[in-house]
Every structure is written in C-alpha cells, then in structure tokens.
C-alpha cells in the first residue's frame, strides 16, 4: 500500500480490513466502468436498484443484488493498523481554517488478496480490470477523497479488458437490464487522472501549512504530533491533502473553478458536503413547506421532500503524497466532472483546463514548503481530451486499455 487503506466497520473505525469496503470500492469502480462502456449499471443505493422485472443489470449480474449472488468472494489477510500515539486522529488545519481535517488510523503494509470464484461464469477480469485501473489512477476502498486508498497490485496481474467484456457478454444473455443511464452518475469517460511529483528532503513536512500545530498548545501535543508524522512517513506517505483541499477549495485554487460570483452550491456541487442540500443549485438555503415539500430560497425551485440532498460526495479526491522513489515523492488528483446536473456557472472545460495548468505551476511549491523542488505534473488522463497527455483517445476501448 502506498497509502493507508480504509474501509471502516460498522462503528466506522478501520481496524481491520474489511473486505467488504473492498468490495463496494471495487463495484463504483466496475460501475463507473460499465457507464463508460454504455453498459446500464444501476444505483444500487437508489430506488431503481436492480432486480427490475427479476432482470439485473450488468453490475449486479457480477456484483449480486436482492435475489442473486456475488459471482466471486473474496479473502483478504494481512496489513496492520497504523499506530498512532493514543490512537487518535490528528488534525490537519491549514492557514485560515477553523477545524480543518481529521486523518485517523488506518490500515498499512501489504494484503494478501484471494479472489474465489462462486459461479461458473465467473472471470477473474471482472474483479482485476476495475481493480487495476483503481490502484493506478484512483484509489480503493472510503475516504479516496481525503488521501486514502493509494495501492499497488504487486503480483504480475494480467489484465484484460477483452475477456472482461467476453464475459460480460457471456453473463448477459440472462435477464439482462439494459436501459439508460442516471447522467448524474460516475462514469469513467467524464473523469480526470492527475499525478503531480516533486522532490523533497526528509524533513519537509515542517514547512508544510497544517501539518504543524502552529497553535502552540502545549508541548504533549506537539510531541505527539510528531510521533504521528514520524509514523507516516516510516510508511512512506505523508497526509497532506487537506493542504491541496485548503488550496483548491478555499485559497488560490479557488480561480480554477470559480468562473463567476455564486459559488456556494458550486462549492457544495464540486467538493462535497454533509449538510442537506437543494437537489437543483446545491445551495443550503431550503425551507419546509407544506405538505412534507420544500422551497429553495436560492433557486426558487419547490421539490419533495425524497429529492433532498442529505449529503454529498466530493468529486475531487486528492491523495497522501507518498514516496516513489528515494526523495521523489508523488500526489495524484482524480476524480469524476459530471456534465450533469448542469450547475449554473461552472464550466468543466475551462476548469479542467485551469485544474491541468495550475498543478503544473509553482503552486506546490507555496504549499509544501522551499524544502521541495521541481513539482511538476507528470500525467494527465482523460477520455478523447485534448488535455491527456499521452494520447487523445476517442476510442473508449483504447482508452481502458491505456489504464490498465
Ligand atoms: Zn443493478
Ligand atoms: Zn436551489
């Protein structure tokens, strides 16, 4: 693992690996694949979850829903906990930000996985195609969106996308579900792979904004802090996301994404809140009506009380930076821009454009410190973009391929 991994239980800890948060990361992934593919893929958390007229949909024909079983299970051992001093959490709070963000205990070193087939129609494609793509350019498992989740397959895997759609195409002469797309969906032709490298001296992390308690308290704290960093990087990463998040949400990042004035149900849109949300502009701002409807006192849309956004997932997942080689040390950026809902204001081109020209600038070096040097980003992956910088792919089969 190049960044602790978590997967949480049920009291949303990670002390253990749970192979079912591997899993579940694996099916996004598979899902965001098949959308890709033009392959119906259901919200399996979402009313129109499959079965439908006991017809499953390609992800669950693999992945299993009411009525049908996973077609593989599989075994994971191995890792540890990460140990921190008390256990606990440290905060993250750059320059300007009054809570900042928690990195906890994960889980680290090397897993051992095994992949058990449970049905005759299985092939292990299914499982190492989105793994492969996932521990390249994204992250497995939760919280991808504040550093975790960075792994390496280290055993010659041979992926293969063409026998991962042979076997599609063999389990789908059942009850397939074949109907169009939720737009509002992942899918992997409407996402963004960055990888961003510099190379730092050991001890840079004491001029990076937020690592450090800048605060003062007492000098326990501090001790402990530094337990904490010490331990981290004896793993080879460091959690400096919410230093990236800080920058791109709130500091001068915010000029790559915010093209006009109204930003706030962007912002929500763009990078996530736990707060309810207006489903149409994404603002706060929503009243209670009568009869159990709301009002959206900046849209002035009224909608149902089910069309509420209880929470949001960012689109923007930022990783630990971890260590490549030596004292060259890498980031990636990734996530998924979907055109729609459209958000008023917001431009995806122009802010994929703005995102690829600002990670190759001297930002990373304002924020991790004059102990880094030479960031510079080193790829950029993106379906039939002109912005991909190996190849402009419009051929969505080449570009898997690419991935892998
Ligand atoms: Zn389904
Ligand atoms: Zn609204």
Redesign the pocket.
């Known amino acids: 693992m190049k960044t602790p991994i978590w997967t949480g239980d049920i009291d949303s800890k990670s002390d253990t690996i749970q192979s079912t948060g591997i899993v579940g990361s694996l099916r996004w992934w598979t899902e965001a694949l098949l959308r890709g593919m033009n392959e119906f893929?259901?919200d399996?958390t979402g009313d129109s979850?499959?079965?439908d007229d006991e017809k499953?949909?390609s992800?669950?024909l693999i992945f299993g829903?009411t009525g049908r079983r996973r077609l593989f299970r599989l075994e994971i051992n191995g890792g540890r906990k990460i140990s921190f001093p008390g256990n606990g959490a440290i905060n993250v709070k750059p320059s300007g930000r009054s809570r900042g963000w928690f990195f906890g205990p994960a889980i680290v070193g090397g897993l051992k996985m095994e992949i058990i087939p449970l049905d005759e129609k299985f092939d292990e494609n299914f499982v190492l195609v989105p793994l492969l793509v996932a521990s390249k350019w994204g992250g497995i498992g939760a919280k991808t969106q504040l550093g975790y989740g960075v792994v390496e397959v280290a055993s010659s895997s041979n992926a293969d996308f063409d026998k991962f759609k042979k076997a599609l195409e063999d389990l789908s002469r059942e009850r397939k579900?074949q109907e169009l797309n939720n737009l509002s969906l992942p899918n992997l032709k409407e996402m963004f792979f960055a990888k961003i490298q510099f190379k730092a001296s050991n001890n840079w992390w004491e001029k990076v904004d937020g690592l450090i308690d800048k605060s003062g308290k007492n000098r326990f704290e501090k001790e402990i802090r530094k337990k904490v960093i010490e331990e981290c990087l004896n793993n080879n990463f460091l959690p400096i996301a919410p230093v990236i998040k800080n920058w791109l949400r709130y500091g001068n990042g915010r000029q790559t994404w915010q093209h006009n004035n109204r930003a706030r149900g962007l912002e929500n849109w763009l990078f996530g809140t736990s707060k309810t949300v207006c489903p149409q502009c994404y603002d706060y701002d929503i009243v209670p009506q009568e009869n159990e409807t709301y009002k959206c006192r900046n849209c002035n849309q009224k909608f149902k009380k089910e069309e509420v956004i209880d929470r949001c997932a960012s689109k923007i997942n930022i990783s630990c930076a971890y260590v490549v080689d030596n004292n060259l040390w890498e980031v990636r950026i990734w996530g998924w821009i979907p055109s729609y809902p459209k958000i008023q204001g917001f431009q995806k081109d122009r802010f994929l454009d703005n995102l690829k020209s600002a990670l190759n600038g001297g930002n990373f070096h304002a924020l991790f410190g004059n102990q880094t040097s030479d960031h510079k980003l080193v790829v950029w992956r993106e379906y039939n973009s002109e912005r991909d910088t190996f190849k402009k792919e419009e051929n969505f089969d080449g570009f898997v391929k690419s991935l892998l």
Request: hydrophobic share 15%.
């Open positions: 893929a259901c399996p979850r499959c079965p499953y949909c992800s669950c829903a579900r």
